[in-house]
């Protein structure tokens, strides 16, 4: 079983799913809503490669070695591009607990990312959307050994399933 880690040099990350796409700002334009800056390297050590690979820091420790941290204003920049971000409040109590973020590595690629803030404030960003669902209801079928067969969808805007 191949099993892959991605680490940061002063913290643990932890990777979970999530689909966003990069948004059209360049480091520089970034870097003018979000002065403050520190740099964290990541890297996929599996021999395969990661696409919108999600990455979790966690903003205790980020707010531990750099006190001035403001989840409520900030951008990750690779390279000259921003990456989706997020901060998410993963207890219910009504506070960030992480930064979530997209990026793609290459088999065994090492990369370097900068999350770029600033002090004060509420700068909430905005990506291209690139997910779509549809709630449909399958009817005029029947049950033929314990499987639906025939009968079409029909989109509804809420459904309730029985318990």
Known sequence: MMRSTFWVTWMTLGVISLGLSCAEKSASEVERFFPESFDISIENTASLARVDQAVALDITGIQTKYPGFNSDAFAV????????????DLN???QPDQIIFVADFTAQEEKTVTVRYASSGKI?????????AELSHKVGGQFVDRKY???TFQNVSALRVPA
């Open 149 to 151: 067969e025939g009968g």
């Open 92 to 94: 219910g109590d009504r």
């Open 77 to 88: 920049v690779a390279g000259d591009h921003e990456l989706p971000s997020q901060a998410v």
């Open 124 to 132: 909430k960003r905005e990506y291209p959307k690139r997910t779509q």
